[in-house]
């Protein structure tokens, strides 16, 4: 069976296609077939991060591009969508996913953010699939820890992995490869990361 992970957040810039680029990468570094689809044709997106000339080890494509038949050929599939979903499409999103995974900065204002999508989706199906990564985490205190706590005690299903921030991420971004394999010192750490969550919820 195929499963379908979808990545979305309430705000731009939080990290999803760093996270969707990432965890494909995880995946097929652990032999499985993933494909990772682009649904955000924007700047920034995980479409542009493969064509750049480092060269993604899985195949990246666009949603307009995908045939639906050849879909079941991979283990994986995961969906790099837009930011600030509708929530018409959020719900659409979450009847063709098997996994929902929300990428939030753990400053008040993103978090609040993120409560506002998790709030809509409480009650409806959908809110079983649905779990929130901490990302950008400053690899200093317990920003992440706190943010964790408040938000279960809100009743949403948070990662206990984090990905932290991290230079690594951002040049890997700009040479089309992954922050494993960016020369820098933390290049191994950013990754682990990644190796956490991977095994956590793909
Ligand atoms: N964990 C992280 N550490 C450092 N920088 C990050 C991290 N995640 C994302 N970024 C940077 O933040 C910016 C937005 O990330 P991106 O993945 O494109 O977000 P989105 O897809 O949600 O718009 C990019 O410059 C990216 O390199
Ligand atoms: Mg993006």
Redesign the pocket.
Known sequence: MTKVVAIT?EK????????AVHLAGAAHAAGRSVLLIDEDGRV??SLRWAARTGGLPFQVMAAGDVKPKRLSAFDLIIL?TE?RPRRRDLRQLAERTDLILV?SGVSTLELEATRELLDFLSGEDAARKTRVVL??VPPVGRAADEAREDLREDGVTVCNAV?????A??KA?ELGILAGDVRDPRAEAAWNDILALAGEVL
């Not at 731009?12 to 996270?19: A, C, H, I, Q």
């Not at 990905?163 to 230079?167: D, I, L, M, N, T």
Request: proline share 4%; glycine share 20%.
């Open positions: 957040s731009g810039g939080v990290g999803k296609s760093t996270l920034g997106s790099d930011g990428p990302t950008r990905v932290r921030h991290y230079a991420y951002q971004a």
